[in-house]
């Protein structure tokens, strides 16, 4: 399916605003973790957001994005708040981990021969 300019401006919009408001409370909360939006994903009738949240260290992955879809509701009020002049309606927002880091460190790993897959 392809993405309409709108909804990539939109994802855009949503992607700044998040890191902005993410990495803010991670400055305050959690010294030395790296919290980053890698994409955002907007449905075409705008309603929903699929948002994925890639963690540094990765150890702390799991626990920060659990934590972060408990306060969706917090994280979509302050969204709301700074962007308020763009957009008409906040969608719901989804967050999932993204692990895609992990995924590519490991074949890393297994091409340059510290991790054999086939042993």
Do not use: C, W
């Amino acid at each position: 399916m392809i993405e309409s300019n709108r909804q990539k401006k939109i994802a855009g919009v949503l992607q700044k605003d998040l890191i902005e408001i993410l990495q803010g409370e991670a400055q305050k909360n959690l010294k030395g973790i790296l919290i980053s939006i890698t994409k955002v994903y907007v449905t075409s009738d705008l309603g929903e957001a699929k948002i994925y949240v890639s963690v540094f260290p990765s150890e702390h992955s799991k626990k920060l994005v659990e934590g972060i879809k408990k306060n969706t509701s917090t994280i979509r009020y302050e969204l709301a708040r700074r962007t308020k002049n763009q957009l008409r309606r906040m969608p719901v927002l989804h967050f999932y981990g993204d692990d895609s880091l992990d995924y590519i460190e490991g074949i890393d790993n297994a091409l340059k021969g510290d991790d054999n897959p086939i042993k």
